[in-house]
């Protein structure tokens, strides 16, 4: 159990809802999309050397397409963390509105188009790493300790080497119970519905967010690290 902590407020849980949004669209886009992360840019770069090498079912051109969309990501969300620098609570409730509105866009894409065509598959593939190159680098600059969102190789390492950190533990079951939803649903509903969830995920994390930061003067926790 998660004790409160007053020095990031509900960032830690915020950021476990995060985690937990990482496991959704990643399932979505693996299973659906033609199998690539749109979050885990390690996995990205393995199977672009899979496929490269003529392994079959893998597609380096989507691979790269996820990479340059998350990166793209990255930079627009580590440009915001550069002008939003004094308040932690606004940085992270403008980053998830964002986020919210790429993942709505693919939300009605792929309720209207479908994910069956290339010109469709790529622009989810787009929007969602898009979207997921944000959240890292606004959750980078936000610096709660063990609490990524989306990379767990070495929070498990910590985890088992350090054999302490609540939080690592958490991330962990939060990613993996984000998988296997996120799994349920496009597998025994559709596309859509996976990332109406994550949609309602994000809006949810803006406007917890955006509610806990509202106080004035802000609260002890919305102060940059």
Do not use: C
């Not at 390492?157 to 079951?173: I, K, N, Y």
């Amino acid at each position: 159990m998660l004790k409160a902590d007053p020095e990031h407020g509900p960032l830690v849980p915020m950021l476990l809802v995060l985690t937990l949004v990482t496991g959704v669209v990643d399932a979505v886009s693996y299973l659906e999309l033609g199998h690539v992360f749109v979050a885990n840019m390690t996995g990205n770069v393995v199977f672009l050397g899979f496929a490269l090498a003529g392994a079959p079912g893998l597609s380096a051109t989507a691979s790269l397409a996820a990479l340059a969309a998350f990166v793209l990501g990255a930079l627009a969300g580590g440009h915001l963390a550069r002008h939003l620098p004094g308040h932690r609570g606004h940085l992270l409730t403008v980053a998830v509105a964002g986020q919210a509105v790429l993942v709505s866009a693919s939300t009605v894409l792929a309720a209207v188009l479908g994910h069956g065509s290339e010109p469709a598959r790529y622009t989810l593939i787009g929007l969602l790493a898009l979207a997921m190159g944000g959240q890292n680098a606004v959750v980078r600059s936000l610096k709660v300790p063990d609490l990524t969102t989306t990379v767990l190789t070495m929070t498990i390492t910590a985890l088992a080497a350090d054999r302490t950190g609540p939080r690592r533990l958490a991330s962990t079951v939060w990613m993996f119970a984000g998988a296997l939803l996120g799994a349920v649903l496009v597998l025994h509903a559709a596309v859509p519905v996976a990332l109406g969830l994550a949609l309602a995920l994000l809006v949810a994390v803006a406007a917890l967010t955006h509610h806990a930061a509202g106080p004035v003067p802000a609260p002890a926790w919305t102060a940059r690290r």
